[in-house]
């Protein structure tokens, strides 16, 4: 306890100028406080629990020191300076001419002032008295002690701290009578020893229990925790969503109860919103099937038909052909437009795919051929591995992602454009990346690139027959394939890049998946 108040004080001292390097390396040493709840509140029990043992040992301490030094002062009251008297001597000095050690008990001081200079000084000891050698310090501070017959605290240099109390003599003198304070300091530090050690168990003890205790108070608002982060690791955008569970409150009166209770409530408005959500996209996707496939028949035949005009060998008038044109080309673009459509359907319903070996080098050959004699206005480049890539999954829905992917860089970039198609394998991942230096995707169309009906501005203009459901497709495709598809665009440079997994996984590609609904 002594220690630590001397650190105190000596840090009262502490200079205001100190480095502010040597303040840092003193503030990394301290360790952070614990994060978790159950840390702090472990935490703060120990340190209220240590801040009340500190209290009880300082002042334990600082009342014993206080009560003994007192029954010092006593003593000395009780003595009256006797030993001290002792060391006057008359004129005429009687036959011994020694200190009167009588009824002293070991180590008494004594000592005689004589107009402020200490004529005598001794201490009772087993053999008898002893003369003390007092240092030039001891005896200004003894000239300087009260004359009041109080005690007070000195330190000499020769014995150590003593409990002083001066009174004036008969001879015009000072009589000095001291009494040392080892058994005191001895005692206080033998409690203080007896304190720290009880302390210390009872804070190792103490921080044991607590951390159990707070452990087992906690474990309700352990089971939100868990609930509450088994519900974020589940994909809430689409699809059918199982909720967990809702957490048992087994007392919603406490804090932790209230939380749970919460949380339980939270969870029912999620999953019936959820619910919801998951009828709306059924239906939508049930209605978007069979409106694509009741809109499949109507539509080939307004193109038979208008195939069939077409090929009338009468004279038909110009603007009768005309219209015939723009019917049978619109119609073709209404039924790729139905087809998409079906298609987006299909994959959102999980049963589009095929499971095969695909193998993706020859079908980027086969696709970049197709584009090239599609746009041959643009510079075609290759960049293919010199050992075959492949993979399982769909290779018809792959073939006609690579093919959007290539048709959309064709169809929206000028004539001159430099198309690179490059393919690369690392480990189980396939990358397929298609760039242009083209005029680029503005900006704000970029986070939405990938939706369904959504087309560039007039910088990328489509051409005649696009639907605006390409790269929607390309992303369903990749989707289910278990991949991602991204996009990095600025002026002069875009860049499509798809991902791939070398196998199917799930259950996707049921081999009916590609029939007819």
Request: proline letters at 6%; aromatic letters at 2%.
């Amino acid at each position: 306890m002594r220690a630590l108040l001397r650190r105190l004080r000596r840090l009262r001292r502490l200079p205001a100028h100190v480095p502010l390097a040597r303040l840092r390396r003193l503030l990394s040493r301290v360790s952070l406080p614990p994060r978790t709840l159950r840390g702090q509140l472990t935490a703060g029990l120990v340190v209220l629990l240590a801040l009340a043992c500190l209290t009880v040992g300082v002042t334990t301490a600082f009342a014993l020191e206080g009560f003994l030094v007192g029954r010092i002062d006593q003593q000395l009251s009780a003595s009256g300076g006797k030993f001290a008297a002792s060391l006057e001597h008359e004129a005429t000095p009687d036959g011994d001419n020694r200190p009167d050690t009588r009824g002293q008990s070991k180590g008494t001081f004594g000592a005689r002032l004589l107009r402020g200079t200490t004529t005598q000084a001794a201490v009772v000891r087993n053999e008898g008295d002893s003369k003390v050698r007092l240092s030039a310090d001891d005896r200004r501070a003894l000239a300087e002690l009260p004359v009041d017959g109080d005690g007070h605290t000195l330190r000499l240099s020769a014995l150590g701290h003593y409990r002083l109390a001066a009174v004036k003599g008969d001879d015009g003198d000072v009589l000095i009578t001291g009494l040392p304070l080892r058994p005191v300091e001895e005692t206080v530090h033998r409690l203080e020893w007896v304190e720290s050690a009880v302390f210390g168990v009872a804070l190792i003890v103490t921080g044991i229990l607590a951390a159990l205790w707070v452990r087992l108070s906690l474990r309700p608002l352990r089971r939100v925790t868990s609930t509450a982060a088994n519900v974020a690791e589940r994909p809430l955008a689409s699809g059918d969503v199982a909720m967990p569970d809702p957490v048992p409150v087994t007392d919603p009166r406490t804090e932790v109860g209230q939380v749970g209770t919460a949380l339980n409530r939270m969870l029912g408005h999620v999953g019936n919103a959820l619910e919801r959500r998951q009828a709306s996209e059924e239906r939508l996707r049930h209605f978007a099937a069979d409106a694509s496939h009741e809109l499949r028949t109507p539509v080939a035949n307004i193109r038979g038909h208008a195939e069939l005009a077409l090929r009338h060998k009468g004279p038909v008038p110009g603007e009768v052909r005309r219209a015939l044109d723009r019917i049978q080309s619109e119609s073709e673009r209404m039924s790729r437009l139905v087809d998409d459509l079906l298609l987006l359907a299909r994959i959102d319903a999980g049963r589009a795919l095929d499971r095969g070996p695909v193998d993706l080098t020859r079908l980027v050959l086969d696709a970049t051929d197709d584009a090239r004699a599609a746009g041959p206005g643009h510079r075609w480049l290759l960049d293919l591995p010199e050992e075959a890539v492949t993979m399982t999954g769909d290779e018809h829905r792959l073939h006609q992602a690579v093919g959007n992917l290539l048709a959309n860089a064709r169809a929206h970039t000028p004539s001159g454009t430099r198309v690179t198609v490059r393919l690369t394998a690392d480990g189980d991942d396939i990358r397929l990346s298609v760039a242009d230096d083209g005029p680029g995707i503005p900006e704000e169309l970029q986070p939405e690139i990938f939706g369904r009906f959504v087309r560039a501005d007039i910088s990328r203009s489509r051409a005649a027959g696009s639907t605006g459901l390409g790269l929607a497709i390309v992303y369903a495709v990749v989707s289910a394939h278990g991949g991602t598809v991204g996009v990095e665009s600025a002026p002069g440079r875009t860049v499509f890049t798809m991902t791939l997994p070398a196998s199917l996984p799930g259950n996707h590609g049921a081999e009916d998946g590609g029939g007819e609904p």
